[in-house]
């Protein structure tokens, strides 16, 4: 009964220390808390530490079976936990995720099941007698079996602190330094993940001089078959590096017109203001023109066509036109809005109306339908013409009638 008390007094410590160190504000995304108190990473850690600490503390002293027991299923708990968060967190709305976080937790309880039950040592004396030449060196199947869980335990935790990093860098709201902690972000990840995936092979045993070959054909595969890829990862940092495009960003790309939202390493998502969003490949941006509407100047000129019939005062027409656009509140008053006489066409006059607007985010159709409305019931009040085509059909001759 004294184990059991210790052991709940360790669960409870734990407790409390999570309760207070979260606090009152709950969020349902963090790897460390979560929803719950003890449903984060950091209770069944914690728990793990005081039950180990307890159990060095109290030996010799009790016969400890219950910590025997218990240690393994704290070391459980913590792994699914951890597996569970960072991989949610990571990858929200992937459905491999689901699938792997299920096989962590079976294996990871199998893994506690077999070492109360003591059958774990000698099976991993068998796996160690198993063994095969790979390459120049030899494997064990427990070395393949460890270096695998290294690699699952390294990628968490890669994944673990480079989403840490990155909702750090990403915190704000300043648009000129986003672009840069983007870049940041991205290049962190990919170091961590590379050097953990180094650290795991080297746990598993493998000479990683044997890699160079691996190297050597992965060159060869990107300048052939994968270059396109390769370009478009390359494109994505130089992009980001240089700042040409931000986030935030109005641009028309390929005759689709949207504002950046974010920038990955492979391709930029724009999204147009009427909801639809277009995917486009990094390479895409550097190699094409690309017509950026917030990298200078934020103001943006539209034009409309309008004609009169023949004989229309365009000496008092015109500047009623340029008082009734000016007299809109997007359109701006500096530069002033302008008339022009651009075409005598086969139906009446033209005349091109220009105009500034210096917030192009709220859309430009919109604006565009407020002052072709101004000018059709401007043209209707002062009783001008608007002409339509008119043909006139000459006929090739009546026959003669007979008598």
């Known amino acids: 009964m004294a184990e059991v008390a210790v052991l709940l007094g360790c669960l409870g410590t734990s407790w409390l220390l999570v309760r207070l160190w979260r606090g009152k504000q709950v969020d349902p995304s963090s790897v460390w808390f979560g929803r719950k108190v003890f449903d984060g990473v950091l209770f069944p850690l914690l728990a793990l530490l005081l039950a180990v600490g307890m159990r060095r503390v109290l030996q010799g002293e009790l016969p400890l079976a219950v910590f025997r027991i218990a240690i393994p299923v704290l070391v459980s708990l913590a792994a699914i936990r951890m597996t569970v968060k960072v991989l949610g967190a990571a990858f929200p709305a992937s459905q491999t995720v689901r699938v792997v976080e299920r096989t962590v937790s079976w294996v990871a309880w199998l893994g506690m099941v077999l070492w109360v039950t003591g059958v774990l040592p000698l099976l991993t004396d068998e796996m160690a007698r198993l063994t095969w030449k790979l ?151 550097i190699t094409q023109r690309v017509e950026n509407a917030s990298l200078a100047d934020t103001r943006l000129q539209l034009s409309t066509v309008v004609q009169v019939a023949y004989g ?41 109306v220009m105009w500034w607007l210096d917030d192009p985010q709220n859309g430009q159709l919109n604006l565009r339908s407020e002052v072709n409305l101004t000018i059709l019931n401007l043209l209707n009040r002062l009783g001008v013409e608007i002409p339509f085509p008119q043909r006139v059909v000459h006929g090739a001759g009546a026959a003669p009638a007979r008598a």
């Open 312 to 352: 229309t005062d365009l000496q008092m027409l015109i500047p009623q036109m340029v008082g009734a656009v000016s007299a809109l509140p997007r359109v701006l008053a500096t530069p002033e809005p302008q008339v022009f006489l651009t075409a005598f066409a086969a139906d009446g006059l033209e005349l091109t």
């Open 135 to 285: 390459g120049g060196s030899e494997v064990s199947l427990l070395s393949l079996i460890q270096g695998v869980l290294s690699a699952v335990v390294v990628l968490i935790l890669s994944l673990s602190l480079s989403s840490a990093i990155e909702s750090r860098l990403l915190r704000g709201s300043a648009s000129d330094n986003l672009s840069l902690r983007k870049i940041a972000a991205n290049a962190i990840r990919a170091v961590l993940l590379a050097c953990g995936m180094l650290l795991a092979l080297s746990a598993a045993g493998i000479d990683l001089t044997a890699l160079s070959v691996f190297g050597g054909a992965i060159g060869v595969g990107l300048g052939f078959g994968l270059q396109k890829l390769a370009a478009n990862y390359v494109s994505g940092f130089v992009i980001l590096a240089e700042r040409s495009l931000r986030i935030g960003d109005l641009v028309r790309v390929d005759n689709f017109e949207g504002r950046i939202t974010d920038i990955n390493t492979r391709y930029t998502v724009l999204r147009a203001a009427t909801g639809r969003e277009a995917i486009v490949p990094n390479e895409q941006l």
